[in-house]
């Protein structure tokens, strides 16, 4: 059988199953993988938020056990002043002490808190602008994107065109059995390796019978039938 014109309608389909994989899979994909890529410049900002919080926090904590201390230490002043009793001078004294050392633990770890601040506070700022960066190049990833799918699009038009008219050229019986098999194989036609008697489609060998219809074909393409592999189906040419 002549299969010229089938040839070229499944080259046609093959341009066309490229087009349609790259706009349901590969642009979809693509748009996806920069959105991702948004999102963990967002995420590192947040969390970069919550750590310069955190070290708020910490700093503020400190302060205000630094002012109680200091409050502490004036009301053991007050104290010990209306004082006469030696035990109760020493009580007063005593507490005073105490208030002071704990105020210096609050003013050092405030300072300790301090220093740990800017370091967060840095690392928010840069956390932020690359965050402004990648919003930057994911916005231009999508206009290109955008760009190539309307691309895509057009020339799919252009192909689905192209493989209607190279179907017309193609006999009846031969479209109707390549269009069913296309839904399930691709390619649809496989070489037959006449010298192994294999279809080269599913590398299997075939029956003497397949390569007696084949050689058939051979002599007298046009007056012979379709010939297809009993394994898997394709035409064989
Ligand atoms: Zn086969």
């Avoid at 389909?13 to 899979?25: C, H, P, S, T, V």
């Avoid at 808190?113 to 928010?124: N, V, Y």
């Avoid at 192994?196 to 058939?216: D, R, W």
Wanted: net charge neutral.
């Amino acid at each position: 059988m002549d299969t010229q014109a089938l040839q070229a309608l499944q080259e046609e389909d093959g341009r066309l199953r490229d087009l349609q994989r790259e706009l349901k899979i590969l642009l979809p994909k693509r748009r996806a993988e920069a959105k991702a890529r948004l999102q963990a410049a967002q995420d590192a900002v947040e969390a970069a938020v919550q750590e310069n919080l955190a070290a708020e926090r910490e700093y503020r904590r400190y302060a205000r056990d630094y002012d109680r201390q200091r409050e502490r230490m004036a009301r053991a002043e007050r104290n010990a002043s209306g004082q006469t009793s030696a035990r109760a001078l020493f009580a007063a004294d005593k507490e005073h002490r105490d208030a002071a050392e704990a105020s210096q633990a609050a003013l050092a770890g405030a300072a300790e808190a301090d220093a740990a601040r800017s370091p967060t506070e840095r690392k928010l700022d840069a956390a932020r602008k690359f965050e402004l960066e990648e919003e930057d190049a994911v916005r231009e990833i999508f206009a290109m994107l955008d760009a190539r799918k309307q691309q895509v699009e057009a020339e799919e038009e252009k192909v689905k065109a192209r493989r209607d008219e190279l179907a017309q050229a193609v006999p009846a019986g031969q479209l109707r059995y390549y269009e069913r098999l296309r839904l399930t194989r691709w390619p649809c036609l496989s070489v037959f390796n006449r010298a192994e008697g294999v279809c080269t489609g599913c590398n299997l060998v075939q029956p003497p019978s397949v390569a007696q219809a084949v050689a058939h074909a051979d002599k007298d393409p046009a007056g012979s039938a379709m010939v297809t592999c009993p394994a898997c189906g394709r035409i064989l040419i």
